[in-house]
């Protein structure tokens, strides 16, 4: 069986090395000129030895499926762990989160509501194992009630806010519980970072039979009964008995114009934000030692600044300090438009806030990058609105971030959706 996966992200690649081992021929086409994805990399100069990330990355101990696969290409030396500084920013100054000691020493609340925020917490990560009663409430009333009400303003509605903005209150507990459950607070890496991993996979899978076109974005997919034609705009028609689409709804619903309406429904009802991230390459560190730092909006205008280079050595970026400041909003914000200057004028004071010494001269350059589909959002009793790996559609499959709820998007469940509809579609094709 000829199988083609549109898009050469971490679970197309995944789905690709499963196929071809159960003896199918693969053919990726990706619409980016490298595979990754979203996980994907860029070199801000020449003198860089190691890509960057477009969107700030790093992985928890928990990603047993990522961590699996690293070691079945046989890469697992690359793979390293650190326990850079997490902090929250409050009150003028940050405080650091990576420890439960250190979470309950915040003074954000009385030590009472501390201590019942911390066997809440205790009690989502080691004893809820089920999470569908949790889905049928918003993390905001679930939170508010167990948790109470000091811990719900200080800790939990900023995260929710953050990361949703005005969907904040919608967001289901099943969510948030996932957060909690698969973190840790050491963070891992690959050397030459995400962007090699995925070139890792496809020196992998390309060597194992498949073929691999970069630069290929596919305009349609048509199916005449027997078997799928794959158009893109250089005019080649390419052609397979079966496809599995990797990209958001809203491209498959642009490739496949043959979607019945009841399903097509379906895809309207997921909803997602996009993300934008200016990374910065500076002269000198903005703070003296974190990593990661939550920022409250709307007191600042971005949810997280991330100093990469207070987790990966400089070195690897020719002495250049990275920070990422970026945030999660909907398609039709300002953010989504808006130049790279107007971005840095926009967020220069909240630089300043964090270190009064900075100044302008310290950014050597500036990028930003942005993506339409980059956070699905789960309402109240979300299982229900996701659609099979399998769609009404002969053969055509389609496996994405809105497949792997109840877990938060993430490089390690891309991953196992890859497996996953790499299983579907070989137990459907014996
Ligand atoms: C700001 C941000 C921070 C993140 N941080 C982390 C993190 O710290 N750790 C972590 O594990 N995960 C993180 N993630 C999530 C992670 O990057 C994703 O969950 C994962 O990469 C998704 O992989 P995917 O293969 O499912 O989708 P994608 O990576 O989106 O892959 C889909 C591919 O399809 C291609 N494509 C689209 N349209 C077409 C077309 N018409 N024709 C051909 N190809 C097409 C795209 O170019 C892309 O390569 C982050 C994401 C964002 C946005």
Known sequence: MHILIVGAGYTGLTAAKDLLAAGHKVTICEAAPAPGGLASGFRGSDRWEWPLERFYHHLFETDSDLRSLIGDIGQSDKLFFEAPRTVQWWRGRTWQLDSPVKV???????FIDRVRFGFAIAYLKYIVRDWRPLERETAASWSRRVMGEKAYTGMIEPLLRGKFGSLAETVNMAWLWSRFKARSFKLGYYRGGFQAFADDMVKYVVNKGATVHFNRPLTGLTYDGQAWFATSPNGEILNAD???VTTGPDVLKRLVMSLPATYLAGLEKLQSLGAMVMTLALRQPLTE???WINMPKPEFP?????????FIDAKHYDGDHILY?????????PYMTMSRNEIIEAFLPALQRVNPAFERSWIRDAWVHRERY???VAPVNHSGSIPPIKTPVDGLYWASMSHVYPWDRGTNFAVEIGHRAAAVLIADNK
């Open 104 to 110: 309950l020493q915040l003074p954000l609340m009385p």
């Open 242 to 244: 079966r496809v599995l």
């Open 289 to 291: 030692n974190d990593y």
């Open 302 to 310: 971005m949810l997280a600044m991330v100093e990469h280079t207070h």
């Open 325 to 333: 400041c970026g945030d999660y909003v909907p398609v039709d914000h």
């Open 374 to 376: 980059a956070q699905p």
